[in-house]
């Protein structure tokens, strides 16, 4: 499933935080590229570095690297798909902050679990997990145009949010593609994606703009 876009209402405003996330992304990953594994390796979250006090920088440059092409691919085009709405109820100072705590949150989730882990993290699906919580719980009724593949059968159907958001937190917690999935183990892969996802879902009202929801109709 390639989710293309809300069909059921469009953005009020110009969504510059989720393209320069998409930017910064992209840029690092080709840093990645070029790098190589030494890269990798300094700037991914290491937990028992994290839990002995040291290279708490990398909490903050992980969220924004990649364990390949497929893993970027994907990410970001959830992310371009959903991005741009919760930016729009939130505005785009509460959305950068409400984005960045959510790849925080992600990181900590993996970090409880297993705090001496000596195994890098990386990718930026603990932070839009927690965008999908938030779509979730702001637009749980929207209907997503999404192009299904089905062999060499391809159609573009509409698929509740609700659908599409559960079956997306699904595939994060199962699939190699995940963001954490790649190099960690699928128990805290499940954490990091539940750390973002539960705090998307649970504070998503709290970002949100009074204002910004007025403008959209939408309940108070």
Same mark, same amino acid.
């Not at 290491?46 to 992980?62: E, K, M, N, Q, S």
């Not at 709405?85 to 509460?94: S, T, Y």
């Given at each position: ?15 510059? @935080? ?12 080709? @840093? ?29 440059? #992980?969220?924004?690297?990649? #364990? ?58 603990? #932070? ?5 919580? #938030? ?20 159609? @573009? ?64």
């Amino acid at each position: 499933m390639f989710p293309l876009g809300d069909a059921s209402r469009q953005t009020r405003h110009f969504p510059i @935080v989720t393209l320069v996330i998409i930017g910064l992304n992209a840029i690092m990953f080709m @840093v990645e590229l070029s790098g190589g594994g030494l890269f990798v390796n300094r700037w991914s979250v290491v937990p028992a570095d994290i839990t002995a006090g040291r290279d708490w920088l990398t909490l903050l440059t #992980a969220m924004f690297m990649h #364990a390949g092409w497929m893993h970027i691919i994907g990410n970001m085009v959830f992310f371009w798909a959903f991005g741009p709405e919760i930016e729009d109820v939130m505005g785009p100072l509460r959305y950068a902050a409400f984005y960045l705590l959510g790849g925080l949150v992600a990181s900590a989730a993996q970090i409880i679990i297993q705090p001496y882990s000596t195994v890098p993290n990386l990718g930026a699906s603990g #932070a839009i997990a927690a965008v999908m919580g #938030a779509f979730l719980i702001t637009y749980p009724r929207d209907r997503i145009r999404t192009v299904l593949l089905f062999g060499w059968f391809v159609r @573009v159907a509409f698929v509740p949010a609700i659908v599409l958001v559960g079956l997306w937190f699904l595939t994060q917690l199962f699939s190699e593609l995940g963001a954490v999935a790649q190099v960690q183990s699928g128990g805290v892969a499940y954490m990091a994606h539940i750390g973002g996802f539960a705090f998307g879902a649970l504070t998503a009202r709290l970002f949100e703009s009074r204002e910004r929801r007025a403008e959209q109709g939408l309940e108070p």
